[in-house]
Structure formats: C-alpha cells, structure tokens
C-alpha cells in the first residue's frame, strides 16, 4: 500500500522564535481512517497545510498521492449545488453522485437548488459527497461537525466509518470512536500514531500519563536520597581527611596510609552517588514532556432566591410569517443542566435569545425571574477583537482569573500579547467561556459553546460542571458532553 513519510520535519511560522514542529517523524498507510486530535493551537490545520505544500519547511514528507482538502471554498455560492460540484469535481460520473448523496441521507433535488439555500448541514454533506468523488487521493476532512445536528453527525460518521483514505480533525469523541481505526495525536512535543479509536488512544495516553507521573515521583524522591548521601559521605570524607595530621586519643600517632585510603573510599562513593544523582536527573528530564495539564477550573454561581428561573408554556416564535418553532414548554429550574435537542432550524438558538431577553416575536406564556442574571455564551464569534485585558474591563470581569482560566485551557502566555481577532476558533471560544465562568449569574445559557474546542478542553468543562453544578441551559451536538452533562433533555 502507499505510504507517507513524514521524517525529520521542522517548522516555524516567521516571526516565530520557538518551532511548532521540531524533527518529527511518523509513517502513514494511505489506507488508514486516521483521527487526528490535539490541544487548540497545537497545529493540526497547519501540519494538514504541510502535507498540501502550501509553507516551507525543513526535513522531508514524501508521499506517491495527491492530497484533497475539506472544506472546499466555494466562489459562487447563489449557484446551482449541481455546478457547485462540478466546479470541484470536473469529470465526476453522476451515478456515483446519487451514491454518495444517498449513503449520507440527501436527496437527489438539492442538485437543483441554489447553493446557498441550502442549510449548512446540507452543504456539508454535498461537499463531503464531492470530496469522495475525488479518486486515487488522501484526503484532508477537517472539522466537518461544526455546522451537523446530533442526527447529521451520526449519519456523517457512518458514512465516514465505510470510506478510508483520510486524515479527520474533530474534537467530538463519539464521532471519533465510530470513524476512524487510526489516532495521529498532536502533543507537546511530538507527533504520534497510535491503532485504535479515540477510546482506545486515550485509554492508553492516560496509563502512560500515570505511569510517567508515578515514575518522575520515584525518581524526584531518589535524587533528594542520593543527594543528602552524597554530601553527607562527602563531609565524612573531609573529617577523615583532616585526622590525618592529629594523633588518636591514646596518644599515639595515627596511620595516615589508612585514613587516606578510608577518605579515599568514601570520596568515590560520594562520586558514584553523585553520578546515579546525574543519571537519575537524565531519566526525570525524559518525563512530562507530553504530560497535558488539565487543572482543575473554577466558576461562579448566584443562588436565585426561587426555585424557578423561567417558564416556557405553549411557546411559537416567528420571524415575520414564519414559524421556526411550535408549542414549546419546559420550566428552568435551579441547579438543573438542560440540553436543547433537535434538527438544525428546530428553533433552539432563537429559544436562548428569548430567554436572554431578545425581543423577538412570539405567541404562548414566557415568564422569567425579576432580577435573573444571566451569562450567555454565543455561537459566534465574528464580534472578538483587541486585547485580552480590554476585553476583560470591557466586560466588567476579574483580569486575573480571566487569565488564569486561559491558561488552564492550555493557553500559551505569548497569546495573551496577540489580538484576540488573531486567535483560532477554538481559542475564541474560551474566551467566551473563560468570559462566562467569571461572570457572577444565576443562568448560563451556552448556544453550541465547543464549537472548535479540543478534546481534553471538553473534559475539563465536563468535570467543572459536574463539580459545580451550575443552572445552565444549552445546546450541544456532542453527544458524549451532553449524556456527561444534562440532568434534563428538551426535544424540539
């Protein structure tokens, strides 16, 4: 089979001083369905840009395969879908077309339509079905989940389960789990194939996190050992030494040949201790390097003064004529954690945007708490730009605690000097979850917050949650966040 060979790659962005890539080395079998996860920032999309010879680098990837990359830009998009795809893919036969657009639950008359009409869910989808047109290529899917409902992803990725040939960059395990037999894991330090799912990789990364940790405290413990010996054998060695000129307490003279080969004997014990002090500091030094940090975050919560935050009875919204949601009710009740479930244009964003005071145009009952305070994460993130500590006076929230949640999310010290318009999808969503861990409310109402956020990120607001149990209402499409998290799910 065609293999890639990735040896000895370095690179660094200009202006960089330190190398996001340095002498790396991996072999991939071009039939492989290889996950590709990592931390935000870490250079996923870059190394994918890498493979496509769109940077200069030093050190060598050879490859017999052309190199396709997913999503496609799409010029025109008031375009009929079907010339769409035949921008992409000239030569494409149509019944292969109708395959692919049947095995990812599309029907044949989007072809016909423009586009942009179609939601981007569709659009997703039409493009995927373009992209495994593209015969005899390895191709480069990365991030197709962040515009799919919980259903369209179940579907992409058994679409995705029956193909090979791919490199995949997403942050939704269970997508993972069900996608891919191979894991390329971006770390600190390195990058690494491991066979398997994602459950598999990281079953495996925490044992070998456990044992590093287990191990860097044996030896942590070994060198202060080796090091009080040493010295304590070392000033041995010097009070032997010194009697040499005295006399015992008989009086008689002392045997000089004998304290210096005893003074002699502990001071090359004190050396060999010295040099195991030296190797134990050598084996230490090789440990942690790919250890991720994932402290602990904190939040604050405001208790309400009533059990019940808000009341949807019978609610429609409309824009203009039209409907996009009937008869919805549900109560928010204190420290419950609500999912809002449904297909995209089910009418879940607009739901939050009422509770959060939006004016909108409705029917039925909706009554919410006097004095409520509410802290609400947003799907987008077009409006961020200047600095960190701008934004954080801007908003009214602790600069240092900000910060330190930043960091906690794997922020990286010389990204607090950048622009936040500078920042990666992932990393503008912390900050609008760092922004809302810090807010003092009684509600958090978060509209697809993991939108782009690594993995282990994803676990940590896990954990927090679960710690602190927060009133929060939201709308999530990974599915293993939201069976972690929701005491209560709302079917739209």
């Not at 060979?5 to 790396?24: C, K």
């Not at 939006?358 to 004095?371: D, H, I, N, P, W």
Request: hydrophobic share 35%.
């Amino acid at each position: 089979m065609p293999l890639i060979n990735v040896t000895n790659l370095t690179f660094a962005y200009d202006g960089s001083y330190d190398n996001l890539f340095e002498n790396v080395n991996f072999q991939i079998d071009t039939d492989w369905k290889l996950g590709f996860t990592g931390r935000n920032g870490r250079g996923k999309t870059t190394f994918l840009n890498l493979l496509l010879g769109k940077y200069e680098y030093s050190g060598t990837i050879s490859a017999n395969v052309r190199f396709e990359y997913f999503p496609f830009q799409v010029e025109n998009k008031e375009n009929l879908t079907f010339d769409v795809i035949e921008e992409i893919v000239p030569d494409y036969l149509h019944w292969k077309l109708q395959r692919e657009l049947s095995l990812l639950n599309v029907s044949e008359d989007v072809l016909y339509r423009p586009f942009d009409s179609l939601s981007n869910g569709e659009q997703t989808k039409v493009l995927l079905a373009a992209l495994f047109l593209k015969e005899h290529s390895f191709l480069l899917i990365d991030e197709p989940t962040n515009h799919l409902d919980m259903d369209a992803r179940r579907v992409v990725s058994d679409y995705l389960s029956s193909k090979s040939g791919f490199i995949l960059v997403s942050h939704d395990r269970s997508f993972l789990d069900n996608s891919v037999d191979h894991i390329l894991a971006i770390n600190k330090t390195s990058i690494e194939i491991h066979k398997g799912n994602f459950s598999d990789w990281w079953e495996n990364k925490q044992r070998q996190d456990r044992f590093e940790l287990a191990e860097n405290d044996k030896l942590r413990k070994d060198i202060k050992r080796l090091s009080d010996s040493s010295k304590r054998t070392g000033g041995w060695s010097d009070e032997v030494e010194k009697t040499k000129n005295g006399t015992r307490n008989s009086g008689s003279k002392v045997d000089k040949g004998y304290i210096g080969h005893k003074a002699a004997k502990m001071m090359k014990r004190s050396k060999t201790m010295e040099h195991r002090q030296q190797s134990a500091l050598e084996e230490k030094s090789k440990l942690l390097k790919n250890v991720e940090s994932s402290d602990s975050l904190k939040m604050s919560q405001l208790v309400y003064h009533k059990s019940r935050l808000a009341e949807l009875d019978k609610v429609s919204i409309y824009y203009g004529v039209k409907r996009v949601c009937q008869d919805i009710s549900f109560t928010i009740e204190q420290g419950e954690r609500i999912a809002l479930s449904g297909k995209n244009g089910s009418g879940k964003s607009s739901i939050l945007k009422l509770i959060c005071g939006e004016e909108l145009s409705y029917t039925g009952a909706f009554r919410k708490g006097s004095q409520l305070k509410i802290s609400y994460v947003s799907q987008d993130t077009s409006h961020l730009y200047g600095n960190l500590s701008d934004y954080a006076r801007t908003h009214g929230i602790d600069e240092s605690l900000f910060k330190s949640i930043l960091r906690k999310l794997d922020f990286s010290r010389n990204q607090f000097e950048k622009d936040i318009s500078a920042y990666s999808g992932g990393q503008k969503k912390k900050v609008l979850i760092a922004k809302s861990l810090c807010e003092h409310a009684h509600l958090h109402i978060w509209d697809e917050p993991l939108n782009f956020i690594d993995v282990i990120s994803r676990m940590q607001i896990e954990e927090l949650l679960l710690e602190h149990s927060p009133t929060l209402l939201f709308v999530e499409h990974d599915r293993e966040f939201c069976n972690n998290i929701a005491t209560k799910v709302i079917e739209l």
